[in-house]
């Protein structure tokens, strides 16, 4: 699929066949990155469905995924490339024993053969029609030196290898990065990229995602699912649930046959939609005090068409 010859609206279509809902102005920025050629950096609260979008446009561009994890402490030669050490090793051990041409042997051991490419090195060598996504996760994690590496990687799409000389990228890969926006990302990263927050969804937004994913799921209980995730968002938790978790929740609760929520069957998933004790116990709390209602939360709620 060819990228230039697409609309927004079309783009917001494509992404909602594979089931990924978005509004138009995500739909927009996403379009221009892939005809203008920008990186796109994706900011939002995690499990906002920021990871998700690169995963969807490379199904839906049949374009390889590559993905590049970042972590405090990743460098630049384990985001490009490394040296096979221990096949160069058995290599000149082996011309030792035969007695061959050394010179030969060094020049060889630096060759493609032995080089380990790392997910930028494979982005911009990747061969084939289409070009790649390159998905770089959560930059935010990754050190501020690496971030300044990063600039120039993102600005020419070329690297150096001092053995083997300056490889450029035949076709120019779909970038994203992602960020949760545990530290500010440099502005020289930032003017390289086209922009884009994604919120938390609202209620009409959530429904509709839930019953995409889960077609089978029960009118009432999507209702209730939404209108509960809503309040808890407005709650002081320690960490609040995206987009992620009340997936989760849903197919728990397909997954036990319930066809609507009840003070139980909430106390009994939350595990599904908080990963911390104190955010367990305060729900625990909140619900047999009432002050979570959930009849009081789906009579709130907006009236939804299954």
Not at 18 to 41: H, Q, W
Not at 51 to 64: G, M, N, Q, S, Y
Not at 74 to 92: C, F, G, H, S, V
Not at 268 to 273: D, Q
């Amino acid at each position: 699929m060819n990228p230039n010859q697409l609309t927004i609206d079309q783009v917001q279509e494509i992404l909602l066949k594979e089931k990924y809902v978005c509004d138009r102005a995500l739909a927009t920025v996403v379009y221009l990155s892939l005809v203008m050629g920008k990186p796109l950096l994706l900011e939002g609260e995690a499990g906002v469905g920021k990871t998700e979008i690169a995963k969807v446009l490379a199904k839906v561009l049949d374009a390889k995924l590559i993905r590049l994890q970042c972590y405090e402490g990743l460098d630049a030669n384990t985001a490009l490339y490394e040296w096979n050490y221990p096949k160069q090793m058995l290599r000149i051990k082996l011309e030792e024993v035969e007695h061959g041409d050394k010179h030969k042997v060094e020049t060889e051991i630096f060759s493609e053969d032995y080089l380990v490419k790392r997910p930028l090195l494979e982005a911009i060598q990747t061969d084939g029609a289409n070009p790649p996504v390159l998905l770089i996760d959560e930059i935010d994690r990754a050190d501020m030196e690496f971030e300044a590496f990063l600039l120039e990687v993102l600005s020419d799409f070329q690297i150096t290898i001092p053995e083997l000389g300056t490889i450029a990228a035949k076709h120019r890969p779909y970038v994203f990065l992602t960020s949760n926006r545990t530290r500010e990302i440099h502005d020289a990263l930032k003017r390289r990229c086209l922009y884009h927050w994604i919120e938390y969804p609202t209620f009409e937004k959530e429904y509709e995602i839930i019953t995409t994913k889960f077609p089978e799921v029960e009118a009432k209980m999507a209702q209730q699912i939404c209108a509960f995730m809503q309040k808890v968002r407005e709650m002081n938790f320690y960490k609040r649930p995206g987009v992620a978790e009340t997936l989760d929740w849903a197919s728990a609760l397909i997954a036990l046959n319930r066809k609507s929520l009840d003070d139980k069957t909430v106390v009994e998933t939350m595990g599904c939609v908080f990963k911390y004790r104190e955010d367990l116990h305060h729900l625990r709390d909140q619900v047999e005090g009432r002050q979570l209602n959930l009849d009081a939360l789906l009579r709130a709620s907006p009236e939804m068409v299954s």
